[in-house]
């Protein structure tokens, strides 16, 4: 079973930045694949971005692609997505997710990962 524990969140303005971190418990983070997806209220749950296990390769949605980046640091079992250039449409809440496979054939799928956070908001203002 792993754990996964989302902070970082807040309410910020359009055009700052955020890091969320997702903190996982477990010995063999190293060997997961991780996802961030976001929830707005009344939407679906959509991807953001996605990290293989050694963090060289890496996945992002268009709408977040520049201006999102997705890291990890297998040491401390954390990953990471830092946010620049934040817009009002990327308020959401935002879900870490753990795939105990080195890979995955589809990243942006939800149904790839086992393991979910609880979720931290984020919210941008205009």
């Known amino acids: 079973q792993v754990q996964l524990v989302e902070s970082g969140g807040g309410l910020v303005q359009a055009g700052d930045s955020l890091r969320l971190s997702c903190a996982a418990s477990g010995r063999t983070f190293s060997s997961y694949f991780m996802g961030w997806f976001r929830q707005a209220p009344g939407k679906e749950r959509d991807f953001v971005a996605a990290?293989?296990?050694?963090?060289?390769?890496?996945y992002y949605s268009d709408s977040v692609k520049g201006r999102f980046t997705i890291s990890r640091d297998n040491a401390k079992s954390t990953a990471y997505l830092q946010m620049n250039s934040l817009k009002p449409e990327d308020t959401a809440v935002y879900y870490c997710?753990?795939?105990?496979?080195?890979?995955?054939?589809?990243?942006?799928?939800?149904?790839?990962?086992?393991?979910w956070g609880q979720g931290t908001q984020v919210t941008v203002s205009s």
């Open positions: 997710a753990a795939r105990p496979r080195s890979y995955s054939n589809n990243p942006a799928g939800p149904g790839e990962y086992d393991y």
């Open positions: 990290i293989s296990w050694r963090g060289s390769n890496t």
